[in-house]
């Protein structure tokens, strides 16, 4: 396997429940000592990238936050270059999409209609905030999404992710969102231009096909499924370069 920069998922391919899974301290080991440049790249859209760094931390790992790319940071991102400042924006998701957007100088405030519906991650989500998501789609807001997971892992346990809930408003509206986190090409130049190297040199390593392992073969990268997290559960209709069963296996592999 030659590659000479990593983009590294989170969930489900370094923790499970911010809890290092076998062989990633291993791997940032391999990192540091071969300076190989890498990105996290997330869809959870739910925790900032400080939040982030500060749990690696807590399981003894040094990852600079400004090296993790969450959904809510390429939605910023996105937004900075797609969407003009003065829109109204109406938010479904959790305070670390509203920090992300803030950040870039969005005024996230109530008002009686709205230009945008972004929807992230939102374990406060009830019947109210898709309803008047629906009205302000209905009226003519663009749609919008962090990320379109259908399902994700919790305690272990397979539950829907953002993407069957923004399906709800899908149906609803006849719209369909359009996803800024990965599998799209944004997302993926995005942590491309972060690393500084040509795709073709960069390897992604992940345990979702439908993100992960489509969103590398979208973007010209080669790319590793791990036998971790969601791949038990999702089953791969784009192949990706290389299948291990786990990290271990992946770092025993590097060199052949
Ligand atoms: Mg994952």
């Known amino acids: 396997m ?8 989170i969930n489900g391919t370094l923790v499970n429940n911010h809890q290092l899974l076998g062989g990633a ?30 749990v690696f931390s807590d399981l003894g790992l040094y990852v600079a936050s400004d090296n993790i790319l969450t959904s809510s940071v390429i939605t910023a991102e996105f937004f900075d270059k797609n969407i003009s400042k003065d829109k109204r924006i109406y938010l479904i998701g959790g305070y670390a999409l509203e920090s992300a957007l803030t950040k870039k100088g969005y005024n996230i405030t109530q008002n009686e209609n709205y230009d945008v519906v972004l929807m992230g ?3 406060k989500i009830d019947y109210k905030k898709i309803s008047d998501g629906a009205i302000y789609i209905n009226n003519g807001a663009k749609f919008f999404a962090t990320n379109l997971d259908r ?37 993926l130049d995005f942590a491309i231009s972060k690393l500084k190297i040509h795709a073709s040199e960069i390897l992604i390593l992940g345990d979702n096909p439908e993100t992960d392992i489509a969103g590398a073969s979208a973007s010209g990268i080669k790319s590793v499924l791990l036998r971790t997290g969601l791949s038990n559960y999702i ?5 990706p370069d290389y299948i291990f069963n786990n990290l271990t296996e992946f770092i025993a592999n590097i060199h052949k």
């Open 235 to 239: 089953s791969a209709t784009v192949k």
């Open 121 to 123: 991650s939102d374990k």
């Open 2 to 9: 030659k590659f000479h920069g990593l983009i590294l998922d």
């Open 151 to 187: 399902i994700i892992l919790s305690a272990g346990e397979v539950v829907p992710g953002n993407g069957a809930l923004a399906k709800v408003l899908e149906t609803a509206t006849s719209v369909k969102p359009i996803n800024i986190g990965k599998p799209s090409k944004f997302a």
């Open 25 to 54: 301290l291993k791997l940032f080991a391999f990192l540091k000592e071969s300076k190989t440049p890498y990105v996290l790249l997330s869809n959870d859209s739910t925790m900032t990238p400080v939040e982030w760094e500060n």
